[in-house]
Structure formats: structure tokens, C-alpha cells
């Protein structure tokens, strides 16, 4: 036990040593916060950040307008948590404006590129309009149906960094359950098994993704299972390769001897010793998971809209890329790739610092 801690503890200062693998864990921890807490953080804190403002399509990042924001009538009730997870349901009416002037009784506005002039009741500001109409900084810019460009990526977080975990969740628990029995078996279930698992891997990941979210149907809890379900190949085969090898060693052919049963001998001696190889690969995993719910969001079978997903969002505006206005789809590749990168270069941290031969 206390060569065990023993080695976690050295493992864990060879992590800490590898700035970039620690850079991109803290980077990862930073966007697993933004997935909790973007509502509370998102300048459109509305139900999937989906206040349009149409008026105001494809403005560039650093866009500001004044903000002519009409109060709801009736205040509903909403709990924190609803608030926190689902968004706010109390939005406001806001109205981009050019220039306002306030009358007796009305508040006069032209709206943003229309050039009429349009009046409300000052009854309905509470007769303080100016309190009503503030600045309003776009700092990503909007999107082509006018909605805030830095809530939509803040919001669309949450998928990408949550089918990670679901997805490894799922990969983990039928790989290591299926290859554990295989390595340790053998014979015919191993062989029975290892075609199963060649049968699965012989299938283009992407085409079988499609073909579960398909059969499920379509939405974002779908993908999650449907992309859980292909990567477990992956987790099985190095586990069965893994308990292959530590089935020979004399501390496990000792709890044999002492008539331990096979489900003790796998759980309690056997994979505790071949988590390195396993972490590693669920890191990878993560990375490889982001990667095909955003190519299934391109394709449009992956979250449905309105819920904001970074591959959904280049899937809306690839084709700006060359109408001058390439910041549309730019920006969520960049946050595709840096979330991607960190969890390969965390996998590449962890496969140095569990190695023990350095």
C-alpha cells in the first residue's frame, strides 16, 4: 500500500513538472466551469442564448448599440438551479435602437437600420427610459440571426465537454467490463469476443455513430450515447492486452491459489495495476469524442437547434468564410481545437508521468 502511494505521489510531481500538460488541465478545468456555470456567465443568459436581434446579423466582434430593453409585464418565478442549468425564461424584449428622443408622455426611438420612427408609452418604462437603454458590446460579434456570438460558445461548452465524460463513462464501463473477461478467460469467449470487437472496429466510426443516432433519433443525449457506444473497442482491446500480460505475474497466480474468485482477482489485483494505460486512453478518447459530435452537429444530426453546439455554429456559417466575415466560423474551430488539443496533450502528460521506466 505504501509503495503504491508511493509511486502515485511520484507519478503525480512528473505531471506537475510538464507545464504544458498542467496548462492544458487548468484549461480544461477553466472550460468545465464555463460548462456549469455559462448561464451565470453569458451576456445572453436566455434559454440556449437564442435572443435574436435581426436587425443587428454578422456584426463584427467589438459591435456596440444602444439597447432599448421593454420589461415584461408579468414576472414568473424561476429557481436558481432551473436558472443555472436550463437558462433564464424571464427575458426582456430588447430593441437595437439609433437614437431615441423622449417625449411628453412617449419615448420616441428609430430602430437599428429601419429609419422609421416608432413611439412607446412611458407608462410602460416606468417613466424612467433612460434606464431602459443602455450600450451593448457584442465582444465575438453576432451571428446571421443576430444573436450574441461569445453567449452561443459560452452555452455550447456544455456539449462539447459533457459528451466527453458521458462518452468515456460508457467506453469505460462495457470496455473494460468485456476485455477484462476476455484477457482473463480465454479461449473461446476471448475469441468470440475479439470478433465481436473486430466486427465493430472494421465499421468507419463515423458511419456507425450516424447509424445509432439515427436508430435513437436525433438531439444531443442521443449523440452521447450513440458515440459511447463505438468507443468502447478502443478501451477493450488494450485492457484485454493488458490483463493478457498481468494474468502471468505471481501475485495474481497467488490469489488463485488461495481460491479467491475470478471477479475479485480481476477488480481487486488486476486492474488497479493497468489503470495507467486506461487513463491515458480515456484522455484520448475525450479529445476523439468532441471531435465526432462536432462533425455529426456539421452534418446536422447531431444537437438541434436552438441548442448551441460549436459544430452546429461552423455548420451555420462556413459559408461566410468567403463573404469577408470568416470570424463566424473561425472562432468555435479555435475553441474545437484548443479543448481537443488539451485533452491530447493531458493524455501525453499522464503517459510520460505513468511511465515507469523515466
Known amino acids: 500500500m505504501n509503495q503504491s502511494k508511493s509511486l502515485s505521489k511520484v507519478a503525480l510531481q512528473k505531471f506537475k513538472q510538464n ?11 477553466f472550460c468545465g ?7 451565470l456567465i453569458a451576456p445572453d443568459n436566455s434559454q440556449n442564448a437564442n435572443q435574436m436581434h435581426v436587425e443587428i446579423h454578422s456584426k463584427k466582434p467589438g459591435f456596440t448599440v444602444e439597447m432599448l430593453t421593454i420589461p415584461l409585464k408579468e414576472k ?3 429557481s436558481f438551479f432551473n436558472k443555472l442549468f436550463m437558462g433564464s425564461t424571464q427575458i426582456n424584449t430588447e430593441i437595437p435602437i439609433q437614437s431615441y428622443s423622449i417625449l411628453k408622455e412617449e419615448l420616441e426611438y428609430i430602430g437599428y437600420g429601419d429609419g422609421l420612427p416608432k413611439t412607446i408609452k412611458l407608462t410602460l418604462l416606468d417613466n424612467s427610459p433612460k434606464k431602459y437603454i443602455k450600450k451593448k458590446t457584442f465582444y465575438f ?4 440571426y443576430g444573436r450574441d456570438l461569445l453567449s452561443r460558445l459560452l452555452i455550447g461548452t456544455r456539449i462539447s465537454f459533457f459528451i466527453g465524460f458521458i462518452t468515456v463513462f460508457i467506453s469505460l464501463f462495457i470496455g473494460i467490463g468485456i476485455g477484462a473477461v476476455a484477457g482473463y478467460y480465454g479461449g473461446k469467449i476471448d475469441a468470440f469476443i475479439m470478433w465481436l470487437i473486430n466486427i465493430t472496429w472494421s465499421i468507419p466510426t463515423l458511419l456507425l455513430v450516424i447509424a445509432i443516432t439515427l436508430a435513437l433519433g436525433k438531439g444531443y443525449w442521443q449523440v452521447f450515447i450513440a458515440v459511447g457506444l463505438t468507443m468502447w473497442v478502443e478501451v477493450a482491446r488494450v485492457v484485454r492486452g493488458q490483463v493478457l500480460t498481468t494474468k502471468q505475474q505471481q501475485y495474481v497466480e497467488a490469489a488463485y491459489v488461495l481460491g479467491f474468485s475470478s471477479i475479485r482477482i480481476i477488480f481487486r489485483h488486476i486492474l488497479p495495476n493497468i489503470i495507467a494505460p486506461i487513463i491515458v486512453i480515456s484522455a484520448a478518447n475525450f479529445a476523439a469524442a468532441i471531435l465526432i459530435e462536432s462533425g455529426l452537429s456539421f452534418l446536422g444530426i447531431g444537437a ?3 441548442t448551441p453546439s460549436w459544430g452546429a455554429i461552423i455548420k451555420n456559417h462556413y459559408n461566410y468564410i468567403i463573404l469577408g466575415k ?3 466560423a473561425v472562432i468555435p474551430g479555435l475553441a474545437i481545437m484548443s479543448l481537443v488539443m488539451a485533452f491530447m496533450l493531458i493524455g501525453n ?10
Open 19 to 29: 507545464k504544458i500538460g498542467l496548462f492544458s488541465f487548468w484549461f480544461v478545468v
Open 326 to 328: 470568416p470570424y463566424l
Open 304 to 306: 438541434q437547434p436552438p
Open 76 to 78: 414568473r418565478s424561476q
Open 349 to 358: 502528460a499522464l503517459r510520460d508521468a505513468l511511465d515507469v521506466k523515466n
Open 141 to 144: 460579434g453576432t451571428d446571421k
Open 33 to 39: 466551469f464555463i460548462a456549469v456555470f455559462g448561464y
